[in-house]
């Protein structure tokens, strides 16, 4: 048995920035794992020191809570000893009474102090063979015993649980994602939230051609949750005016002048929102319309960087994460767009594509749109 007193958070990538990122990043991804901790009731000291966050607590639910925060790799609810050797000896001693496993290994990491790992790993191994029946198996143990040894303090544990992995969101700029209300899009904006970008949310009420306003809400309501406090602004445009036009004069081109429109209307509110880009739920060849001929028509000329979080994933592989993060179950039975041609065009010529832009006056249009946005504060 351990009785843990404090949680250690690891982070990978930021311990490679130079010194006045990570130290910006470490800030942000305490004040995120604060914040959620905080909103679970749990109170708790957090501290910083190289290259590690502690949260000072014994309650059980930090160490999971802490695991879900972007930029986490991963955490370890540990005791905390002074870093002596019959100190660390008495507490590993204490965990294999409780455990009584039939083999174990001591897994000894010097941090700075004046430990060496391999003194820890023969003295403390030593007293937990004597104090127990166990032997010691450094190959396959039933049990492991980590021990972390710093200048100030000796961290004994037995777990190492995964993390989020990823960036602490608010260390990168703020994505601006198009909402469908279908599964493949709360997971693009997931994506870059894992990337470290906060998000705002864009929908477009495409009534009566489709109907999702309600899913795109609670992917939202699900969505806000990962965003460490932050609130999500959620904008919604009207959008069937210029379905109607586009598909009665370009039938097959809808998906195509429609996807123009969208990101014509989204760089119209990208500025004001403080976005730095658009995101989608495209995955390449996932739909008939979703092509790379298909992008270059629908991206040219559009004055903002979009992303494609999904460019390269499988439905499949879009389905669980969407259960991971929680939002299949929200819009898993959305239903398509009635305005999809029944053969959408797979190859678009660009410059066919622009020349019908113009005439149907689709950056007129989206300006006018624009001015029909509703916006809510989500969380
Ligand atoms: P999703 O599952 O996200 O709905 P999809 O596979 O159904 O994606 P499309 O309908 O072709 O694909 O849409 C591609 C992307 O365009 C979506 O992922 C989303 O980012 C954006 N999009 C489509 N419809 C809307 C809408 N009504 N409002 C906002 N964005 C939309
Ligand atoms: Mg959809």
Redo the contacts with the bound molecule.
Sequence with gaps: MIFPDIVLVRYGEIALKDKWTRQNWEKILAGNISFNIRSEGIKAKISRKEGRIFIHTSDPQAGKIASRVFGVVSISPAQSVNPDLSEISKSAVSIASNIKPSSFAIRPRRSGGTLASEEIGRIVGEAVRNATCSSVDLDNPDLEIFVEARRDKAYIFTEIIKGMGGLPVGSQGKMLT????????PV?AWMMMKRGCPISL???N?QPY?D?QMQSKRSAEILVKWMSGRKINFIQVPISKGIEKIATHYPRAT?ILC?RL?YRIATEIIRSEGALGIV???SLG??A??TTENIVAEQSGINAPIYHPLIGMDKTEIVELARKIGTYEVTEKTK??IAVPHKPMTKANVDKILEIDEELGLKDMSKALALEAIHTKIG
């Design positions: 198009l909402i469908s209300g279908g599964i493949d899009s693009a864009l929908h477009f495409a489709a999702s998906c996807r969208m989608t739920g495209y996932q739909v319309s979703q398509s767009c």
